[in-house]
């Protein structure tokens, strides 16, 4: 694995269904964030977490749930899909030299 | 509330220079950060600034004023390779990052 890596790349999805999208790091940072990005909007943070067994909610949580049981995985489960839920995911992991975040490719999520 | 404004597209030519500026109101100012996001592909960081002034990397400095909540992204001798979104972030008092909208550069031969 080189840094960030996310699955699947793309899905459609009916709505109603459950998902998970994976999102999997070997840089070793201790947090950990799942962002969406709309047409128009700024990056919006779903969850995040400070470190291994710890989860805090962002600006737009609702219909979300993450886990974070070790560094390296942090999933994001949509438990009932809905079309608003359409958009790009990143996940991201923080802990540059500046803190900066380093982002993941992304999972195209379409919810019909 | 926290809000960053920055210009949704911008236009410059091949070999020129172009500014994209960023405006912010935050709760606490831990840094604002520069990052570059080409169509389809994830957000890559470009630079950091916490204190006031400018801070050069190559073709792309950033400046930074913090009395004025108020930063810009400089890029010189402008190539294509440079079409792409521009995203300015500032991280807050609880170590988030507030993030803008992003400034699509469109960069003409």
Not at chain 2, 37 to 49: D, K, R, V
Request: glycine fraction near 10%; hydrophobic fraction near 35%; charged fraction near 15%.
């Amino acid at each position: 694995i080189a840094g960030i890596t996310q699955a699947p790349t793309s899905q459609i999805l009916a709505a109603g269904r459950r998902m998970t999208l994976r999102c999997t790091q070997d840089m070793r940072h201790n947090a950990m964030y799942w962002y969406r990005q709309d047409l128009g909007l700024g990056l919006r943070l779903i969850h995040y977490s400070n470190t291994a067994g710890t989860t805090g909610k962002g600006e737009v949580p609702d219909g979300y749930s993450v886990s974070r049981a070790n560094t390296d995985d942090f999933p994001l489960t949509l438990a009932s899909a809905v079309p608003s839920q359409t958009s790009v995911y990143f996940c991201a992991t923080g802990g540059g030299e500046h803190n900066e975040q380093f982002f993941g490719p992304g999972t195209r999520l379409t919810v019909l | 509330g926290q809000n960053i404004d920055q210009p949704t597209e911008m236009t410059a030519t091949e070999g020129a220079i172009v500014q994209i500026n960023c405006t912010y109101q935050t709760s606490g100012f831990n840094g604002l950060f520069w990052y570059q996001q080409h169509a389809g592909e994830a957000p890559t960081f470009l630079s950091y600034n916490v204190l006031d002034g400018l801070e050069e990397k190559g073709r792309f400095s950033s400046f930074l004023s913090r009395s004025k909540g108020y930063s810009y992204l400089l890029l010189k001798e402008l190539q294509m390779k440079d079409s792409a979104s521009y995203l300015c972030a500032v991280m807050d008092s609880n170590y988030q990052l507030i993030w803008g909208a992003g400034t699509k550069l469109i960069i003409k031969p």
